[in-house]
T-cell receptor, first 114, second 114 residues
Framework: GDSVTQTEGQVTVSESKSLIINCTYSTTSIAYPNLFWYVRYPGEGLQLLLKVITAGQKGSSRGFEATYNKETTSFHLQKASVQESDSAVYYCALGGNYAQGLTFGLGTRVSVFP | NAGVIQTPRHKVTGKGQEATLWCEPISGHSAVFWYRQTIVQGLEFLTYFRNQAPIDDSGMPKERFSAQMPNQSHSTLKIQSTQPQDSAVYLC????????????FGPGTRLTVL
């Protein structure tokens, strides 16, 4: 089967500090995985933050970056300097290269304090 | 663009009653997905329609759960004889049915079974 693992359930970080959220994936059914980071801000719905569909490529959005590493089956999310507005729940997700149901990690709640 | 619309936002049922959840996808999107979110299991894929046809229901519980898409403007998820373990947030998402897609999520329906 397919699975996505996010090792941190909750992260607390000071404003202007760096952030890294770990994500690893495993799949037995998808030949060319597509990887996604979704985010849910307080009071809002789940929305796409960034996606990468080709191994070795990097995606970026709103100051966040994630590199698709096929060798380590990882897709860690990083930001060099977080802001209070980055407080949210972040979900790593795995899909195929055509429309299909996504496999999500359990999510990482990020709290940024001033 | 109103986004994906889900009704009702909250539903409370008694054990053994039926619950019907509604989803209106974004106009022009030909793929509709249903997910369930709980604290313990996280976000789980349930089922998926493309051009109103059921494509993948591998995540649907084998009993009591059914989904339909009678026309391109709405889909329903029906749970018969609801049980307390069915309590969850049910999310609907829609997308274009092509590669490099993004799934747009609705706000969800919070189902509480007493």
């Amino acid at each position: 089967g397919d699975s996505v693992t996010q090792t941190e359930g909750q992260v607390t970080v000071s404003e202007s500090k760096s952030l890294i959220i770990n994500c690893t994936y495993s799949t037995t059914s998808i030949a060319y995985p597509n990887l996604f980071w979704y985010v849910r801000y307080p009071g809002e719905g789940l929305q796409l933050l960034l996606k990468v569909i080709t191994a070795g490529q990097k995606g970026s959005s709103r100051g966040f970056e994630a590199t698709y590493n096929k060798e380590t089956t990882s897709f860690h999310l990083q930001k060099a300097s977080v802001q209070e507005s980055d407080s949210a729940v972040y979900y790593c997700a795995l899909g195929g290269n055509y429309a299909q149901g996504l496999t999500f990690g359990l999510g990482t709640r990020v709290s940024v304090f001033p | 663009n109103a986004g994906v619309i889900q009704t009702p936002r909250h539903k409370v049922t008694g054990k053994g009653q039926e619950a019907t959840l509604w989803c209106e996808p974004i106009s022009g999107h030909s793929a509709v997905f249903w997910y369930r979110q709980t604290i313990v299991q996280g976000l789980e894929f349930l089922t998926y329609f493309r051009n109103q046809a059921p494509i993948d229901d591998s995540g649907m519980p084998k009993e009591r759960f059914s989904a339909q898409m009678p026309n391109q403007s709405h889909s329903t998820l029906k749970i018969q004889s609801t049980q307390p373990q069915d309590s969850a947030v049910y999310l609907c998402a829609s997308s274009l049915a092509r590669s490099s897609y993004e799934q747009y999520f609705g706000p969800g329906t919070r189902l509480t079974v007493l």
